[in-house]
């Protein structure tokens, strides 16, 4: 209430009111999450690793929004694979330098002029890894394939894929996250307009190790065995 009442008299009264900004480490919520953060590394579309640290955060109610959808997934013998969750803005703006004019222009990438779900710990990339075996699950695309093989409603590749993806789509859904019109990977968190555009690097973030109880519940398959 105090804090709302302060938001009024600071920006006039919009229609939704701010939240606190807590970014909370994915690992340390659910160990049995998959992570292949493609930025840390020189496998991504700039050919550069743009993280100095393989880590992925959201603000906690996005954070456990994400990990229930993974734990309803594991009912159905898939676990998700964060490839890139909170985003600072600098690498936003490295993105969008580094991309093409036409991925530019179908919105493959986020304006840093605007910011993205990303910079705000609100939006994730994720796919599907199998829980019998480890293994990724094919999609019709690949990750920041900048295609129309990318876009959630393309009718083309192999059933099981499709399969696979609306699979992504629905658990995602279900708990409140929307996918993007282009990228079968990329979901935003319904709350991200209340979260202002950061620029914190993962180097700045806590590390918190997992309590000895998540993740108990969720998911058989861990890499490196249990
Ligand atoms: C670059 C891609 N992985 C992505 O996240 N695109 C969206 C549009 C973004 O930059 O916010
Ligand atoms: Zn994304």
């Not at 009111?17 to 493609?38: C, G, K, M, N, W």
């Not at 309803?72 to 993105?95: E, F, H, K, M």
């Not at 304006?111 to 710990?121: I, L, W």
């Amino acid at each position: 209430m105090v804090m709302l009442g302060l938001w009024c008299l600071l920006g006039g009264c919009r229609a939704v009111p701010p939240a606190p900004v807590e970014l909370v480490e994915l690992s340390a919520l659910d160990p049995t999450l998959h992570f292949d953060i493609r930025y840390a590394t020189a496998h991504n579309f700039t050919g550069r690793p743009l993280y100095a640290q393989a880590r992925a955060f959201l603000q906690r109610p996005a954070a456990e929004a994400l990990v229930r959808a993974h734990r309803a997934l594991c009912q159905q013998g898939y676990g998700l694979v964060v490839y890139d969750a909170y985003r600072p803005w600098s690498v936003t703006r490295a993105l969008w330098d580094a991309a093409s004019s036409a991925a530019r222009r179908e919105g493959f990438v986020a304006d840093p002029a605007v910011g993205s779900k990303h910079n705000r710990g609100c939006a994730v990339d994720v796919g599907l890894y199998a829980l019998a075996t480890g293994q990724e699950v094919p999609m019709p695309s690949g990750y920041d394939e900048f295609s129309e093989r990318a876009k959630p409603t393309y009718p083309g590749g192999t059933a099981a894929a499709r399969a696979a993806r609306d699979t992504l789509r629905r658990a995602l859904e279900a708990e409140g996250f929307t996918v993007s019109d282009q990228e079968w990977w990329h979901f935003d968190y319904r709350d991200w307009p209340r979260y202002p555009v950061l620029d914190v690097p993962f180097e700045a973030l806590p590390r918190r190790a997992p309590k000895a109880d998540v993740g108990a519940a969720s998911c058989g398959y861990r890499a490196g065995g249990k």
